[in-house]
């Protein structure tokens, strides 16, 4: 099936400090989701990419829809400690009829007051 | 908007018996509705796509008789974890696509121990 390779697997940071993870993929993707989940609960869509350039932002996020339509980043600005969790890539590939999300493994960011 | 239900949030059950948990659109319709389970520390794995009215396409792996889903409404999905064992033991989480949406919005899971 389709792979997407989130990284980094986890990130460690000050509080203040800004913070930047990634997906990429041999495939193209017509769509680029960013999730986040906290411990015990299920993802929250943080923001959606439609078209290839594309950067949007979300109060201290902003994630860009890659131009070749293989890959996606997400910055968070001034982190907070609140921002911890995991945080999710998932995507549509070009070929996928099903409109099943494709997810990364996932960037585990922990924030130190 | 874009509320995603399930119940329950966790449950605690014995080897042998049935479990069914219930997934809600709260403020949307939804053809489709996902299912999802989730190991600690790892990646969400799709199990199965729930579509309104019709029968449900499973992943390769999971067996269709064993986790039963019914999509009845355009707002509701149940998954049933049949004769379930210790190792059906897991955080099972579901999802809703909106019409016309390629946006999925996740419930809060259900926390599934089989004793």
Known sequence: GQQLN?????MFIQ?????SMNCTSSSIFNTWLWYKQEPGEGPVLLIALYKAGELTSNGRLTAQFGITRKDSFLNISASIPSDVGI???????????????TFGGGTRLMVKP | GAVVSQHPSRVICKS???VKIECRSLDFQATTMFW?????????????????????????GVEKDKFLINHASLTLST????????EDSSFYICSARPLSSYEQYFGPGTRLTVT
């Open chain 1, 6 to 10: 989130q990284s980094p697997q986890s």
């Open chain 1, 15 to 19: 509080e203040g400090e800004d913070v």
């Open chain 1, 87 to 101: 945080y999710f890539c998932a995507g549509h590939p070009k070929n996928n009829a099903g409109n099943m999300l």
């Open chain 2, 16 to 18: 042998g018996t049935s």
């Open chain 2, 36 to 60: 999802y389970r989730q190991f600690p520390k790892q990646s969400l794995m799709l199990m199965a796509t729930s579509n309104e009215g019709s029968k449900a396409t499973y992943e390769q």
């Open chain 2, 79 to 86: 998954l049933t974890v049949t004769s379930a064992h210790p």
